[in-house]
């Protein structure tokens, strides 16, 4: 709100979602909506975070109606690659001479460090849910913490910052 982004005004806010597949399903039906004219504006999704996000069958109910949360990263994974065969292209449509609105979808995500294969190899920064997001991404910006910024008040020290580094690890724009 001090930034000046009005929620209330043109976006929309979902926060009920749980599964990859919902929010995936969610984007294809807006996306669909947006082509009929039934949503005539331009549309940025924003996906925080991918990588946390379950897939539908990371979710196991017992007769109690107890939810075990098994983590199974390849097939989230495996889900994320096959929506994004639909998903891009779709998105890509977008961008057309001939519609008259345009979409964009933002990743959010973590991800982790592969230790390296054998004697002297090389450790590789993996994002959450499988290198597919990273294949299919037009733009991959990497940040990661270096610091905090302070202050001093009435001589108490205050953090009120991260200082980060920044780095376009893609950019096929």
């Known amino acids: ?7 209330d005004g043109f976006a929309l806010i979902e926060e009920s979602f749980t599964t990859i597949e919902e929010v995936f399903d969610d984007v ?47 097939k989230a994974a495996k889900v994320i690659s096959g929506y994004m065969r639909h998903v891009g292209p779709k998105i890509n449509e977008t961008r057309r001479i001939e ?15 592969k230790p390296p ?20 991404s037009s733009l991959v910006v990497q940040t990661k913490r270096v610091g905090k910024i302070s202050a001093v008040v009435n001589k108490i020290e205050k953090k009120f910052g991260t200082k980060s580094r920044i780095t376009i690890e893609k950019n096929h724009i």
């Open 117 to 136: 294969e054998g004697y002297g190899g090389i450790s590789k920064l993996i994002p959450y849910g499988g290198d597919k997001i990273w294949y299919a």
């Open 99 to 113: 519609q008259e609105c345009d979409a964009t979808i933002i990743f959010l995500n973590q991800a982790y460090t």
């Open 28 to 74: 294809l039906k807006k996306l669909a909506e947006q082509k009929r004219g039934e949503l005539p504006k331009n549309i940025v999704f924003f996906w925080d975070s991918i990588g946390n996000t379950l897939s539908e069958d990371e979710f196991q109910e017992d007769a109690q109606g107890n939810i075990e949360i098994k983590t199974t990263m390849m």
């Open 1 to 7: 709100k001090n930034m000046g982004f009005d929620k």
